[in-house]
């Protein structure tokens, strides 16, 4: 149904709302860490060990110095995408804490991982919604090379079309290294448009890590995408938030294919990814 006002903002969407197929580009869950135990080791020396089966995760969380976070340990249903030759984006929300939601990226070729975690609320930096924090780290189990993530303005200029199933389809246009501006082109929010906060994240060369923080709808979103081949992109990802209530947590993970529409190429003065 065409949302009548398109600039009275109690009448969007609720996170809930671009259900159902906007799924349908989604890549099939990779089993391939079965068997396996993962253990992050961040700069603050807390250890988090990820063991997989299938489709589950049991982790430990251990804290390190002046980590105010205490030793925890659970398990969570998962998902893992295969984004590149030994490079995984996996994700849980967790049962004990419906409001916190995590994304691992682990690169087993490098020995490096990037873990985002997603809050609804808490204590995380920052005003929206859903709060992010993101944690680079090494995979304790294998040799480390290569460059750590790292934040990147990649992306500034760039205007993205994405499509997410036959139904949906958005145009990103990357500001600056903490702003975008999405449109919808097609699906139940046909003509809306807003600029939020995001943050972009290398993790290879041409592989980036892509997050957003909604200030209208409580929700929020990290994907990673392959921007390797221009006319080809390829994206996964998952939005966390709340309802159409206000009260419960959803999460669901998602796909897309991409093409870059236009990069634009400002002047060095007036450069936003150096402001």
Sequence with gaps: MPIDDLTNTATWLPLDGLAPGFDA?????????????????????????????????EWEYTPGAGDPIPQ??????????????????????????????????LDLRSG??????????????????VKQLFVPSVIEELETSGPAPAPSTTLVGRRVLWEYSAEHAYEHIYLG????????????????????????WEVRPGILVFTWREKVIPCA??????????????????????????????????????????????PAEYDPATA
Aim: charged share 20%; proline share 4%.
């Design 112 to 129: 490096r991982a990037l873990s985002i975690v997603q809050a609804i609320g808490g204590d995380l930096p920052g005003n929206t919604a």
């Design 177 to 200: 290294p903490q702003w975008y501006t999405w449109q919808c082109l097609a699906g139940p929010e046909r003509g809306l448009a807003d600029t939020d906060e995001c943050s972009v």
């Design 72 to 105: 925890t340990s659970s398990s969570d249903d998962y998902e893992a995408f295969l984004v590149d030759d030994e490079l995984y984006f996996v994700q849980f929300h967790h049962e004990y804490e419906p409001a916190e939601a995590v994304s691992l990226v």
């Design 221 to 266: 979103s990290v994907t990673i995408a392959d921007h390797r081949d221009q006319r080809a992109l390829r994206s996964h990802g998952v939005l966390f938030g709340l309802d159409e209530s206000g009260n419960v947590p959803t999460h669901f993970t998602f796909g897309a294919h991409g093409r870059l529409l236009s990069n634009t190429v400002h």
């Design 25 to 57: 580009s989604k890549a099939p869950h990779s089993t391939d860490l079965a068997g396996r135990t993962v253990t992050l080791v961040d700069d603050r020396g807390t250890r988090i060990a990820h063991t997989f089966d299938a489709h589950r995760v």
